[in-house]
C-alpha cells in the first residue's frame, strides 16, 4: 500500500506530527507515504485552510528527518497546491523553489468561494450546483494545462456534501479526464470522500471507469487529517481498482512517475 496524501497538525484543521503520521503508516504496512501538506499562501486569508509560511520549515526538516530515521519506509515530500488564478505567480515560484518528490493540485475555490469548507457550503442554493459543478471542472482542466502539477487533487469534490448535478456531467468529466491525459498528469483516488457526508470515493467509481479507459494513471491518498487515517479503507480500494481494470497504480520520486504493480 501506498498513501500519497496525508497532512499533519501544521494545516491547523489536522492533528499529529510528521513522525505519528510514519509510525501509524508502518504499523498498517504502508510502503510510500506522501506527505502532501497545504500550500501556505500568505497573501490568501484563510486562517485554518493551510500551513503558515512560517511553518514550512517544521515540515521540511520534519519530513527530511523522518526520511533519514525510518528506513524501513519510503517517505515522500510532497505539496497539496491550490489552483488558484489570483495567485499563480507565488504558487509557482514556491513549487519552483523546494525539492518536492510529488505535487498535487487541487480545485477547493470557486473564485473568493472555499466550496469545500463546511463553513461554507450553504453558498451551493445560491451559487447553483449545476454551476458549481460546470465551474469547477472548468477549473480544474485549466489546472492541469498549467503544467505545475502530477497528480489532480480529488477529482468530483464538489459532492462532498451530498450535492449531486441536475445535469448530465459525463461530458464535462470527458473533456477533464482528456486533458488530465494530455497533460500527463495521475489522479488521486482519494478515500476521505468515503468518511463524509457522500459516502464516496473522490472520484466517483463511474469516473475512475472512465478514467480506465482513458489510461489515466492514478495513485492512492487518504487525505488523512489524523494519523489514524492513514491508509484508510485501502484494502477495498484497490480490490475496486482491479475491478474497475487497473493493473497498477503509480509512484514519485523527484517528481518522476513510476509505476507500481497493484497488490503491493
Ligand atoms: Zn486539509
Ligand atoms: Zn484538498
Not at 524501513?72 to 507565488?90: H, N, R, S, T
Not at 460546470?134 to 502539477?149: D, F, I, K
Amino acid at each position: 500500500m501506498n498513501d500519497y496524501h496525508v497532512h499533519t497538525r501544521l494545516c491547523k484543521h489536522g492533528e499529529g506530527d510528521v513522525y505519528q503520521y510514519v509510525e501509524s503508516a508502518i504499523a498498517k504496512g504502508v510502503k510510500e507515504l506522501g506527505f502532501a501538506e497545504h500550500i501556505p499562501i500568505p497573501a490568501l486569508n484563510d486562517p485554518y485552510g493551510r500551513m503558515d509560511f512560517a511553518d514550512w520549515n517544521v515540515y521540511w526538516r520534519d519530513v527530511e528527518d523522518a526520511q533519514r530515521h525510518y528506513p524501513e519506509i519510503k517517505i515522500l515530500l510532497g505539496l497539496e497546491a491550490d489552483y488558484l488564478p489570483p495567485y499563480m505567480e507565488y504558487i509557482e515560484s514556491f513549487i519552483a523553489q523546494y525539492p518536492f518528490d510529488f505535487v498535487i493540485g487541487s480545485v477547493h475555490f470557486i473564485g473568493d468561494w472555499d466550496f469545500s469548507n463546511p463553513q461554507y457550503k450553504e453558498r451551493y442554493e445560491s451559487f447553483g450546483v449545476d454551476r458549481t459543478f460546470c465551474e469547477y471542472y472548468q477549473l480544474v482542466r485549466e489546472a492541469a494545462m498549467t503544467g505545475l502539477y502530477d497528480i489532480i487533487g480529488h477529482l468530483d469534490i464538489p459532492k462532498r456534501y451530498g450535492h449531486k448535478a441536475g445535469l448530465d456531467m459525463s461530458g464535462e468529466i470527458d473533456d477533464t479526464l482528456k486533458v488530465i491525459k494530455r497533460c500527463g498528469l495521475a489522479l488521486d483516488v482519494n478515500t476521505s470522500g468515503l468518511r463524509r457526508q457522500v459516502q464516496e470515493l473522490y472520484p466517483a467509481q463511474t469516473i475512475l471507469s472512465r478514467a480506465c479507459a482513458f489510461d489515466i494513471p492514478v495513485i492512492l491518498g487518504s487525505d488523512a487529517h489524523n494519523p489514524t487515517e492513514v491508509a484508510f479503507a485501502f484494502p477495498e480500494t484497490y480490490r475496486l481498482l482491479e475491478k474497475i481494470g487497473y493493473s497498477e497504480t503509480c509512484v514519485y520520486k523527484n517528481r518522476i512517475r513510476s509505476s507500481c504493480p497493484l497488490n503491493t
